[in-house]
Each structure stands twice: as structure tokens, then as C-alpha cells.
């Protein structure tokens, strides 16, 4: 055995990114307000917590078929169960203070004290953030795998941080790797390199050491909870369907936020979700089934394209049809948008270019003028993200205002994040009505709950549209 495991490296971003982002931490204004050396320790503190997972799985309940409470007794007794093979103790499960349709569950970390097995197994970049949060390795996410690796097996786990190994790799691997913990094997590793990677499927290795511990729930009750950051289940609360409604989910896909927003509608009235790729979109209709959610009509379509003054709408509330739609159709609209998601944790590896970053809000603005169009008079606009640029974020807050002045920037109900950063026009009451999650802690009210504090980076905007 090798010496204890360090935690997890400082994420590597494109050093043009990581100048970028430091900017947007030490603009003029932020320095102003706050002093450059704050800055600047609030930049360095965003880029160290975006390696680690967040200190909380937070579950959303299906509210239509079952009770919080309900939901929180059986996942409890799952929990003990699977718990009983693992080295750590099983945690709590609690209700959300203020999201009623919320249960949060600790991670503890970083298990310093595991040992290293000589077998080893290396995964990739998205299988490793994965087990950090909770998932066992699926036999298709093994890359690579010591010689002799049989099921039964105590192995260490590592993660393939620049891409390079090669699959079915069989030395102990010797470019950078990140250790992420220990499990058994559940397959021989002759078993998984000896059919082509799409045959695969099954367990390859059960997590039972993780360098983090989040519960692994990927096909538990499935159709009672869904997991989803606490941020983005926030979103569909600041949103606030009612039943009847017609809203539009403009970027739907996978379909997190379409099946809460219809669960927040009861099932009752009409979402019209919207993704560009089919793949995606069957993605949303298989999760408003295993939810049991008729009331999503999904569709194939460019979310740019929405609006048409052209179309013509059925004046029975229920019935939608495929886009695009005329102006002043929806109640509400969710612009969840396309965007570098630079506030993903935890983030092994980011091989983003400033180019690519670059490109984010102007593709984000193709999508807003038809959110707006096809939204009714008094309606509300939701526009979230799950980065933490100025551009994307308070940025197009500003551009919103700017083009259409028939939007109202408002307040947010439930507020559970901090303020906006400063370094646009907007003002210091406008910063304070958009909700930004930043994975340093933010500015929060003493009585803020330790899972609000520790989530994603993320960022929610709410508007009203006015009469012209």
C-alpha cells in the first residue's frame, strides 16, 4: 500500500479561461466594493471548491403521487440497507427548510484515510465526477484495468485526467491520475475488454470506499424522487407554474426542470418542452413517464424559432400543439439556457477554450427575443444558468432590459442564493433581486442553510412582462 490518498487537485482550466474568469471576480466594480486582495481570495476559493462535490445530494419528490415524508421513511430504509457494505456510516436524510419538495442528504469527505489496492482501474473525466457524487461504475465507463482484475476483487479507482489512456489499458497507468476511491470489481476485467464497449452493461465496479461519500441513487425510486441540484430545483419554485397554466420550457432537455415545473402544475394544464436534438427530447418523454406526467407535449425544435406571427393557437387552454407559437401565448416561460456550465462541481478537467466560452451569449440572445414574444402580457420570464461568467449571467440580464423594455426585472420568491456581482449597469437593488450561486459561499443571510451554501455555481433572473 502506497501512502495515504491526497484530495482532489486544483481544476485545470485553459489558462486563457481562468484569466477570463479571474476578470469577471476582479472587475472594476467588485474591486471597488470589496478591495482587490477579497477579490481576488474569493476568485481563488470559487476555482478550489469547483474539484469537490457538493456538500449536499439534494432529491426533489414527486409530489403528484407521494408525500415528502412518505418518499424520506422508504428512502431511509433503502439507505440503512445499502449502507451495511459500506465503511462509513449511513447518513441523514432531511426536509428542506423551504423547499417543500426537497430532501438533502450530507456528503461527507474527503476520506483521507483509505488505503490503495494494487489492482487498479481508471475511468474517465465524467465517469470520476459521477463517483464523486454518489454513482458506481458502469462496466462501459471502465477504461482500463490492472491484469488479473476479477470480480470480487478490492480495487482502486483513478481518473484519467487528460484523456489519454487508452481502453483497456493493463499497466498500473502512469500519467496524471486522480485517486477517487475504493470498490469491488463485480466484473472479471477479461469479461469487459473482450466485447466492443456499446455491448457492455451492468455494474463493472461497486463504489464501496469513495473519496466522497454521497449515496449512490441512480435507479432508486425512480419514480418518487429525481436528483437535481438544489439551484436548479430552486429555479422551478422562482418560476411558480400554476395549475392550468401554459408554459414554455424553451431548452428542456434532459427534462429535470420540465417534469418539476409540471409536477408544481399538478399535472394540470399544458408544458410545451422544446430541445434541438431527438435524443434529448426522448430523454424528457422518458422522464415525464417514469414520473407519470401527461401534461408535457415534447418536441424536436430550435427554441430560436419559437415564435411565429404566423401560427395560430388553439383557444382551448389545454390544447398546444407543435411549435412555433404566436405572441402572447404562455403564462410563463423558462429560459434555462445553453452555457459553459463553469459552475458544474465537481469539475476534474475543463478543456474549454476562450473561444468557445466566448461564443455562449450571443447564442443565448438568438433564444431570448422569442421567449419574449410568444409571452402574455403579465407573464413571467425565468432565465437561469449553471455558470458563473458576467457575460452569460448578469450581462444578459442588463441586454434584456435594455432590448425590450417591456420587461421588468422582479424580485424572487423563495430567495436562497446570494446577489449579483457588480461590473455591469445594473444597480445595487438589481443585483440584489437576481439569485447567484457562487461555490465559494457567497454572501448569505447568517440563517441560510449549509445546503444552500455549498451547491453549484448558478444563476437565476426573473421577469415580468408589462404592457407596452
Same mark, same amino acid.
Given at each position: 500500500?502506497?501512502?495515504?490518498?491526497?484530495?482532489?487537485? !486544483?481544476?485545470?482550466?485553459?489558462? &486563457?479561461?481562468?484569466?477570463? %474568469?479571474? #476578470?469577471? +471576480?476582479? @472587475?472594476?466594480? /467588485?474591486?471597488?466594493?470589496?478591495?482587490?486582495?477579497?477579490?481576488?481570495?474569493?476568485?481563488?476559493?470559487?476555482?478550489?471548491?469547483?474539484?469537490?462535490?457538493?456538500?449536499?445530494?439534494?432529491?426533489?419528490?414527486?409530489?403528484?403521487?407521494?408525500? !415528502?415524508?412518505?418518499?424520506?421513511? &422508504?428512502?431511509?430504509?433503502? %439507505?440503512? #440497507?445499502? +449502507?451495511? @457494505?459500506?465503511? /462509513?456510516?449511513?447518513?441523514?436524510?432531511?426536509?428542506?427548510?423551504?423547499?417543500?419538495?426537497?430532501?438533502?442528504?450530507?456528503?461527507?469527505?474527503?476520506?483521507?484515510?483509505?488505503?490503495?489496492?494494487?489492482?487498479?482501474?481508471?475511468?474517465?473525466?465524467?465517469?470520476?465526477?459521477?463517483?464523486?457524487?454518489?454513482?458506481?461504475?458502469?462496466?462501459?465507463?471502465?477504461?482500463?484495468?490492472?491484469?488479473?482484475?476479477?470480480?470480487?476483487?478490492?480495487?482502486?479507482?483513478?481518473?484519467?485526467?487528460?484523456?489519454?489512456?487508452?481502453?483497456?489499458?493493463?499497466?498500473?497507468?502512469?500519467?496524471?491520475?486522480?485517486?477517487?476511491?475504493?470498490?469491488?470489481?463485480?466484473?472479471?476485467?477479461?469479461?469487459?475488454?473482450?466485447?466492443?464497449?456499446?455491448?457492455?452493461?451492468?455494474?463493472?465496479?461497486?463504489?464501496?470506499?469513495?473519496?466522497?461519500?454521497?449515496?449512490?441513487?441512480?435507479?432508486?425510486?425512480?419514480?418518487?424522487?429525481?436528483?437535481?441540484?438544489?439551484?436548479?430545483?430552486?429555479?422551478?419554485?422562482?418560476?411558480?407554474?400554476?395549475?392550468?397554466?401554459?408554459?414554455?420550457?424553451?431548452?428542456?432537455?434532459?427534462?429535470?426542470?420540465?417534469?418539476?415545473?409540471?409536477?408544481?402544475?399538478?399535472?394540470?394544464?399544458?408544458?410545451?418542452?422544446?430541445?434541438?436534438?431527438?435524443?434529448?427530447?426522448?430523454?424528457?418523454?422518458?422522464?415525464?413517464?417514469?414520473?407519470?406526467?401527461?401534461?408535457?407535449?415534447?418536441?424536436?425544435?430550435?427554441?430560436?424559432?419559437?415564435?411565429?406571427?404566423?401560427?395560430?393557437?388553439?383557444?382551448?387552454?389545454?390544447?398546444?400543439?407543435?411549435?412555433?407559437?404566436?405572441?402572447?401565448?404562455?403564462?410563463?416561460?423558462?429560459?434555462?439556457?445553453?452555457?459553459?456550465?463553469?459552475?458544474?462541481?465537481?469539475?476534474?478537467?475543463?478543456?474549454?477554450?476562450?473561444?468557445?466560452?466566448?461564443?455562449?451569449?450571443?447564442?443565448?440572445?438568438?433564444?431570448?427575443?422569442?421567449?419574449?414574444?410568444?409571452?402574455?402580457?403579465?407573464?413571467?420570464?425565468?432565465?437561469?444558468?449553471?455558470?458563473?461568467?458576467?457575460?452569460?449571467?448578469?450581462?444578459?440580464?442588463?441586454?434584456?432590459?435594455?432590448?425590450?423594455?417591456?420587461?421588468?426585472?422582479?424580485?424572487?420568491?423563495?430567495?436562497?442564493?446570494?446577489?449579483?456581482?457588480?461590473?455591469?449597469?445594473?444597480?445595487?437593488?438589481?443585483?440584489?433581486?437576481?439569485?447567484?450561486?457562487?461555490?465559494?459561499?457567497?454572501?448569505?443571510?447568517?440563517?441560510?442553510?449549509?445546503?444552500?451554501?455549498?451547491?453549484?455555481?448558478?444563476?437565476?433572473?426573473?421577469?415580468?412582462?408589462?404592457?407596452?
Amino acid at each position: 500500500t502506497t501512502p495515504p490518498a491526497a484530495p482532489l487537485p !486544483r481544476l485545470t482550466l485553459d489558462p &486563457e479561461v481562468e484569466n477570463h %474568469l479571474k #476578470k469577471t +471576480y476582479c @472587475n472594476d466594480q /467588485v474591486v471597488a466594493s470589496i478591495g482587490q486582495e477579497e477579490a481576488e481570495r474569493r476568485f481563488g476559493h470559487t476555482i478550489d471548491r469547483l474539484s469537490v462535490p457538493p456538500g449536499y445530494t439534494t432529491l426533489r419528490v414527486n409530489t403528484v403521487s407521494r408525500t !415528502r415524508d412518505d418518499v424520506r421513511e &422508504e428512502l431511509l430504509q433503502i %439507505l440503512q #440497507k445499502e +449502507y451495511k @457494505n459500506k465503511a /462509513v456510516p449511513c447518513p441523514p436524510v432531511e426536509p428542506h427548510p423551504v423547499l417543500s419538495d426537497v430532501l438533502v442528504i450530507p456528503t461527507t469527505g474527503p476520506h483521507m484515510e483509505l488505503q490503495h489496492h494494487q489492482k487498479e482501474v481508471m475511468v474517465d473525466l465524467s465517469c470520476g465526477a459521477a463517483i464523486l457524487r454518489g454513482a458506481h461504475i458502469f462496466a462501459p465507463g471502465v477504461l482500463g484495468a490492472t491484469a488479473g482484475v476479477q470480480a470480487g476483487d478490492q480495487v482502486s479507482v483513478y481518473v484519467d485526467v487528460e484523456g489519454k489512456c487508452l481502453r483497456g489499458f493493463i499497466k498500473p497507468y502512469a500519467g496524471p491520475k486522480v485517486f477517487v476511491g475504493n470498490g469491488v470489481a463485480r466484473m472479471n476485467r477479461d469479461d469487459i475488454f473482450s466485447v466492443a464497449q456499446e455491448q457492455l452493461s451492468g455494474i463493472g465496479v461497486e463504489m464501496t470506499s469513495p473519496l466522497y461519500d454521497c449515496p449512490p441513487l441512480n435507479d432508486v425510486m425512480s419514480d418518487s424522487i429525481f436528483l437535481q441540484n438544489l439551484p436548479s430545483t430552486l429555479t422551478g419554485h422562482v418560476l411558480n407554474p400554476q395549475p392550468g397554466e401554459r408554459v414554455l420550457d424553451m431548452c428542456a432537455a434532459p427534462g429535470g426542470k420540465t417534469t418539476h415545473l409540471a409536477t408544481l402544475m399538478r399535472n394540470q394544464g399544458t408544458i410545451a418542452a422544446l430541445d434541438k436534438s431527438q435524443g434529448r427530447v426522448d430523454k424528457v418523454i422518458a422522464n415525464a413517464k417514469i414520473h407519470g406526467l401527461s401534461c408535457i407535449q415534447a418536441y424536436t425544435f430550435d427554441g430560436r424559432k419559437a415564435a411565429s406571427e404566423a401560427a395560430v393557437c388553439s383557444k382551448d387552454e389545454t390544447l398546444l400543439g407543435a411549435p412555433p407559437y404566436p405572441p402572447d401565448t404562455f403564462h410563463r416561460v423558462l429560459v434555462d439556457a445553453p452555457c459553459s456550465g463553469l459552475g458544474q462541481r465537481p469539475a476534474l478537467g475543463n478543456k474549454m477554450t476562450l473561444k468557445a466560452l466566448k461564443a455562449y451569449p450571443s447564442y443565448q440572445r438568438k433564444l431570448l427575443p422569442a421567449a419574449v414574444q410568444v409571452l402574455r402580457t403579465g407573464g413571467t420570464l425565468v432565465y437561469s444558468t449553471c455558470t458563473l461568467t458576467l457575460a452569460e449571467n448578469e450581462g444578459q440580464v442588463e441586454w434584456l432590459l435594455n432590448t425590450f423594455p417591456c420587461l421588468e426585472l422582479v424580485p424572487q420568491t423563495p430567495y436562497l442564493g446570494g446577489p449579483g456581482l457588480p461590473g455591469t449597469s445594473l444597480t445595487q437593488a438589481q443585483l440584489q433581486m437576481v439569485q447567484r450561486f457562487e461555490p465559494w459561499g457567497g454572501d448569505r443571510a447568517g440563517d441560510a442553510h449549509p445546503a444552500d451554501r455549498d451547491t453549484i455555481g448558478f444563476f437565476i433572473a426573473k421577469f415580468v412582462k408589462k404592457a407596452r
